[in-house]
Every structure is written in C-alpha cells, then in structure tokens.
C-alpha cells in the first residue's frame, strides 16, 4: 500500500530496499532552501539492522500490508516461543529475536496480537500493561514514603523496576510493557 511520505509514522512497517523496515523515530524538516523532507530512523526486522533514510515530503513509500493474530502465549522453550491461534488452535513457534524485548514481559496464557506479513510472524503487539509479584524490595525509609522518591524492586520475571517507597516484598504490581516502568499498585 502506498503512502505519502508525510504519513509515516512510529511502528510502521515499510517495504524498502526490497527488504521489511519498522519505523522507530521519524522528523519531519523543512529547511530554509529546498524541500521539506521526513528523516525517518529505521530497524530492519529479520536482520536488526538500522538506517537512517531521507524521504522528500512529496515522495510515496510502500508500507506493508500486515495481518494481525489474536494468540495466546503457551511456553518457552529455549530461544523459541511457543503461541496457540485463538480460533483454530493450531501451535507456532517464535523465535526469540523477533519478540525481541517483549519477551520478558510473557506472562502464561497472556493474550496478545502477532503481526504476520504473508504468514511469517514479524512481531508481536503486548498488552500495554502487566500485573507482576515483587520478588525483593528494600524496606522504606521512615519519613522518605510521603516524598517521590524511588526505589529499585525486582520483579517475578527477573527485571528491576524502581517503585515507589511504601511498596514491600510480596505486594503485587502494574508495569507498563512499553518502558518497564511502574504505573500502580494492582487490586
């Protein structure tokens, strides 16, 4: 599908080079003589690789036409992934480096969407928030819970997250999937 320049976005997946590229950041300039012009930072999705590509304002890119599967997470297995389609059942298999950092945040029985471009899944969509257990979390500092200060706490996936004083060993938590930061307490 094509589109203007002007319209691409972060998380776009575009076909360029011959090869699949996800936007990451983009800028849109105007300078002074010339041209407007869209700076767009991309990462290509089966290598990793980056690059940094101008667009004229006027110019058309081919985005890629992805398809998107409710699934829900079963196991690892290794570097492998294991998801079950939520309408056939049927098991596939993900490696690691295409869910990339997601993969931390991989609950059992975690729905989540899988984006497939012509049936080879290229990345996966979390839910923007997930409940976690504080495994360890040092005790609060009498005085410092009614300040905003911080502290680091790691989570039942091995991660630390820095939360807030008043949180204790055993409580449990909503992090955001997004930056791995603490949003609140759970109910």
Do not use: C
């Not at 980056?50 to 599967?69: D, H, I, W």
């Not at 049936?119 to 923007?128: D, K, Q, Y």
């Not at 449990?172 to 791995?180: F, H, K, N, P, W």
């Amino acid at each position: 599908m094509k589109i203007n320049a002007n319209q691409i976005r972060p998380g776009n997946v575009l076909e360029h080079q011959g090869k699949l590229w996800r936007v990451l950041k983009i800028s849109h300039t105007q300078p002074g003589k010339g041209g407007a012009y869209v700076q767009a930072e991309m990462k290509e999705v089966t290598q990793g690789t980056k690059l940094n590509e101008r667009f004229r304002s006027t110019e058309s890119v081919e985005r890629a036409v992805l398809e998107q599967k409710q699934m829900q997470y079963l196991y690892s297995e290794g570097d492998m992934h294991n998801f079950m389609d939520m309408e056939s059942y049927e098991q596939i298999a993900i490696a690691e480096d295409v869910i990339a950092d997601a993969a931390k945040w991989l609950q059992e029985n975690m729905e989540i969407q899988i984006e497939m471009h012509e049936a080879n899944p290229i990345g996966v969509e979390l839910p923007s928030q997930v409940t976690m257990e504080i495994l360890e979390a040092d005790a609060a500092i009498k005085g410092q819970t009614v300040s905003s200060s911080y502290k680091p706490a790691k989570v039942e996936n091995g991660e630390t997250v820095m939360v807030p004083q008043f949180i204790e060993t055993g409580e449990r938590i909503v992090v955001s999937t997004a930056d791995g930061t603490y949003v609140e307490r759970a109910k």
